[in-house]
């Protein structure tokens, strides 16, 4: 079995498998918290906060 090549994330500094994340520098969490913070974000602006 070939042995994975670990990367660190640019943006949270975590390490991940390079390869397992289709954006390149970034691991794979990063979009998840992106659009989880755009879409609080988007709802705090509709409750007028």
């Keep these: 079995m ?3 090549e670990l990367a660190l994330c640019d943006e ?3 390490l ?3 390869g397992s994340s ?3 520098g ?3 969490n990063v ?3 992106s ?4 879409i609080v974000t988007i709802i705090f602006r509709m ?3």
Excluded: D, N, W
């Design 35 to 38: 659009m989880a913070t755009r």
């Design 12 to 14: 949270c500094g975590s």
């Design 31 to 33: 979009p998840m918290f």
């Design 16 to 18: 991940f498998f390079k």
């Design 47 to 49: 409750a007028g906060v």
């Design 22 to 24: 289709q954006m390149m």
């Design 2 to 4: 070939a042995e994975k």
């Design 26 to 28: 970034l691991c794979q």
